[in-house]
């Protein structure tokens, strides 16, 4: 079948997932899937892939999960006949690929178990590990269509494009906490944490008031991440911990040697817990707007004197705290949040507080801001080459043995969650964090016959089978259909989400806000026995398997896709409209950017791609939708910043975009003035430097740029007439950016009886004249 028309509908996409989509699981080995024939056939970056993304880092902690045989997410293709396109996965492939090509070093970061493999190259591994590594098998989905004539390359891109959506806009990747959480369920200070602080409601509160800010639901592995975190700080020299270099690394490595050489975790916890009231104490009592950077700092401190046997009741008395208060005030400026992150502002709030604290009680703290022998000290607690060895060595024990995947219908996986047999919620699982939006998107794959990532289980000691990966999926059917599940008190629970109302569904649009008992008895029926991949690895047959380990690998997602990104909108946007907008990036990137891209580290979020989006985007509201409020001024950290309104909004025109012919010519327009405004801005800067030139219109000292430096630009630009913007100066157009910075940074200027928004359109309406 031919389509004629530009344009798809839902019901024709419907029509072939439902009966012309055939998806097949299987596994090759690395060595055929990068031997000639299959390198020829495969295309890992379709336009609507985003960039490759990954650092050295993940890259090599991606190829340890190969050579210790851990189960990786299988790849997704699409099968044309001619060619095979890699859907989801194209990192991981790509990754492989460098690796055997001698593109990248293993780094020691992204190294957890084989450290001896640092540095080491695809060629520089011996034989039996080289084999080893082209013997691996990796599992994949491959998508083909039957029963079909030659698609339309149309529809065929439509469905290509669709499932890319729906592998990626699912994913919900461990953040810091979680993968803590998950690394150290087994660990006596953890635990015994778990036990004294988080049954403490009033620590549990001062905390997240003091030092934590705004929590989501998952409030206990932040807290408990927080916790390990001041356990070593103290051994941590400030002027290292600052630099951020292996920051990550070393707090573990402190943590974990810590954990092994702590005889009494008791004593160690209640330390802790004392140094936090000790603090929390003085926070009140110094009566300051609370600042976490301030709170942070007097932790610190107050932990290190504790360490020190220094009795700190004489920072109570009624003149130390009349001294403390006023020279946090007097250095307020020290404990800024915003670039609180940085190198220079660490170092800057720390050395206020050691001075505080010396004036005050006379200690010093140089030793623990720098430390000269800290290297060497960190250098003897890693690894030795010994240790290494054997665990290379050891490589065949550790390897996991991988199984087939197994075909059970969703009844029967639902009827063994309220089974003895299955551990939904094992202790490393994170909390429930699907939402309507997701869950949905799941039942309508389940409904079309899109087939979902493969379950991971593990089969414990005791034959229990632990759900290692796929808690948020089943969760989703569980709820949706309103079933229960045994929880790990063996008690019948709901998920939190329960008897919900699909919403937002892309294709079956018929059914939103339609609840499971609202649907057709076939529809409920398809549901119910929808085929679920299942792999189970028995820890009887895996001695040295580790479930958290793998829990950790599937889920440590780097560089998720993030919602209203350019990075998700080139998976469906129209493709002359995306083409255009990266043609005009490629014109203009070497100068006008929001990030320069290292041509050595090649890490490339779409980030200018974006910019460009964006900026077209507001210039289309303001030519076509001139009621509409493209660009907000808000006050945070007492400034006045701007940022686009509403990122959905941008998402739903762009979605529109493929239905609508005006729409899309409009917004095509849109993109080529912004382009026209680019060349005209670039006529106005220094012909010898454009980058510095930029720069210096947007008072910035190096490369960091701002969206809302760009905001700014274009929102002067937008008001000015064809012929101002060609003959108007770079001193004028410095000059009106001067004023518009002058009054972001100075919120208290603002006239009585008009919002920050209002002011400020009307102050870009008089300096535009």
């Not at 206020?352 to 022998?373: P, R, T």
């Not at 012909?687 to 969206?707: A, D, V, W």
């Amino acid at each position: 079948m031919v389509m004629n028309s530009l344009y798809l509908q839902s019901d024709e996409i419907e029509r072939i997932f439902k009966n012309h989509i055939t998806c097949n699981e299987n596994t090759m080995s690395l060595k055929t899937l990068y031997g000639e024939r299959m390198t020829r056939k495969i295309n890992y970056q379709p336009y609507y892939q985003r960039n490759y993304v990954w650092d050295n880092n993940k890259a090599t902690f991606f190829i340890e999960s190969i050579l210790l045989g851990t189960d990786i997410p299988p790849l997704i293709l699409f099968n044309s006949g001619d060619s095979i396109e890699v859907i989801d996965g194209r990192q991981r492939y790509e990754t492989i690929k460098k690796f055997r090509n001698g593109e990248f070093k293993l780094s020691l970061k992204g190294l957890t178990k084989l450290t001896k493999l640092k540095n080491s190259t695809f060629s520089k591994l011996d034989p039996d590990t080289q084999r080893l590594f082209d013997d691996a098998k990796i599992r994949f989905f491959e998508f083909e269509v039957f029963n079909e004539p030659k698609l339309d390359s149309l529809l065929e891109d439509k469905i290509k494009k669709e499932i890319f959506r729906r592998y990626n806009s699912g994913i919900t990747p461990l953040n810091s906490a979680e993968i803590d959480n998950a690394s150290y369920d087994d660990d006596d200070i953890t635990n015994t944490l778990k036990k004294l602080v988080l049954n403490d409601d009033d620590l549990v509160i001062g905390i997240k008031e003091r030092f934590l800010g705004k929590v989501n639901n998952n409030d206990s592995a932040k807290i408990l991440q927080f916790l390990r975190k001041y356990l070593v700080l103290s051994s941590f020299p400030i002027k290292t911990f600052a630099t951020g270099s292996s920051r990550t690394e070393i707090l573990d490595l402190l943590y974990n040697v810590k954990s092994e050489n702590t005889e009494n975790p008791d004593e160690l916890c209640m330390f802790l817990i004392e140094n936090l009231k000790t603090t929390l104490r003085l926070i009140e009592k110094i009566e300051i707007e609370n600042n976490r950077r301030i709170n942070e700092g007097l932790l610190w401190a107050i932990f290190i004197l504790k360490e020190e046997g220094i009795d700190t009741e004489i920072i109570f008395s009624k003149t130390s705290i009349n001294f403390i208060k006023k020279f946090l005030q007097d250095n307020i400026q020290k404990f800024h949040e915003e670039g609180s992150h940085l190198y220079k502002p660490i170092i800057e709030r720390h050395n206020a507080i050691s001075k505080m604290f010396n004036e005050l009680i006379g200690f010093d703290f140089s030793l623990f801001i720098k430390n000269e022998d800290f290297k060497n000290e960190i250098k003897d607690l890693r690894q030795s080459e010994k240790e290494a060895k054997l665990k290379l060595e050891e490589l065949a024990t550790l390897r996991v043995q991988k199984p087939g995947a197994s075909i059970i219908p969703v009844e029967e996986v639902l009827s063994e969650l309220n089974s003895n047999n299955y551990l939904l919620r094992p202790s490393y699982q994170r909390q429930e964090k699907i939402n309507e939006k997701k869950a949905s998107a799941i039942i309508e794959s389940i409904i079309l016959g899109i087939r979902l990532p493969p379950l991971f289980i593990c089969i414990n000691e005791n034959g229990i089978k632990e759900i290692i990966d796929g808690q948020q999926r089943l969760l989703s059917i569980l709820g949706f259909i309103g079933k229960t599940y045994k929880n790990e008190l063996g008690k019948q629970v709901y998920p939190n989400l329960v008897n919900f109302k699909l919403r937002n569904l892309k294709i079956l649009k018929d059914y939103n806000n339609k609840r499971f008992s609202e649907l057709d008895f076939n529809i409920q029926d398809k549901i119910q026995g929808f085929n679920l991949s299942v792999i189970e690895i028995d820890k009887t047959l895996n001695k040295s398997f580790e479930p958290v380990d793998l829990f950790i690998r599937l889920n440590n997602k780097p560089y998720p896709i993030r919602d209203n990104s350019f990075e998700m909108w080139n998976s469906f946007m129209d493709k002359d409209v995306m083409d255009k907008v990266k043609e005009v990036t490629k014109e203009h990137r070497e100068w006008f950017f929001i990030q320069k891209i290292n041509p050595v580290k090649g890490l490339d979020r779409m980030l200018n791609e974006e910019l460009i989006t964006l900026l077209s985007y507001i210039l289309y509201n303001k030519t076509y939708r001139k009621d509409y409020t493209s660009i907000g001024f808000y006050l945070r950290d007492n400034k006045v910043t701007c940022r686009i309104t509403d990122k959905n909004d941008v998402t739903k025109i762009l979605e529109k975009i493929s239905i609508d012919v005006l729409l899309k010519n409009q917004f095509l327009n849109s993109i080529n003035t912004i382009n026209s405004t680019i060349g005209e801005i670039k006529g106005k800067l220094d012909s010898e430097n454009f980058i510095e030139s930029l720069n210096i219109l947007f008072q910035r000292e190096s490369n960091k740029r701002y969206l809302v430096d760009f905001y700014l630009l274009i929102s002067i630009t937008q008001r000015l007439s064809k012929t101002r913007l060609t003959t108007i100066s770079f001193s004028e157009l410095q000059e009106k950016m001067q004023i518009l910075k002058d009054e972001l940074n100075n919120p208290h200027k603002l006239n009585e009886g008009l919002s920050q928004h209002d002011y400020f359109e009307s102050l870009l309406d008089e300096i535009s004249i």
